[in-house]
Nanobody, 117 residues
């Protein structure tokens, strides 16, 4: 069993930066890939980025590529999402998810990111 808690969301002006954290409990976390998703009001949840169990492989949605960076510190059981050059369209609730075999079996409660124009 893995429990995830996101933090770091908030209100920022367009062009600003935020750093999200996804803290996990459970000793198996370090062997799982972790993904970030987001859901804006009235829209479907969408993939943002993911990172392999050892941080060696990352991937990003086209909409955030070059602006967002995902990283992890397995010693701290934490995955991070550094978000730069934020745009109003990045406004959403951001979630992290993980699970065996690359599945998203476990989800956090989400953290709100609001980007004002």
């Amino acid at each position: 069993q893995v429990q995830l808690v996101e933090s770091g969301g908030g209100l920022v002006q367009a062009g600003g930066s935020l750093s999200l954290s996804c803290a996990a409990s459970g000793r198996t976390f370090s062997s799982y890939a972790v993904a970030w998703f987001r859901q804006a009001p009235g829209k479907e949840r969408e993939f943002v980025a993911d990172i392999s169990w050892n941080g060696g492989t990352t991937s990003y949605a086209n909409s955030v590529k070059g602006r967002f960076t995902v990283s992890r510190d397995n010693a701290k059981n934490t995955v991070y999402l550094q978000m730069n050059s934020l745009k109003p369209e990045d406004t959403a609730v951001y979630y992290c998810a993980t699970g065996p075999g690359g599945r998203s079996d476990y989800w956090g409660q989400g953290t709100q990111v609001t980007v004002s124009s």
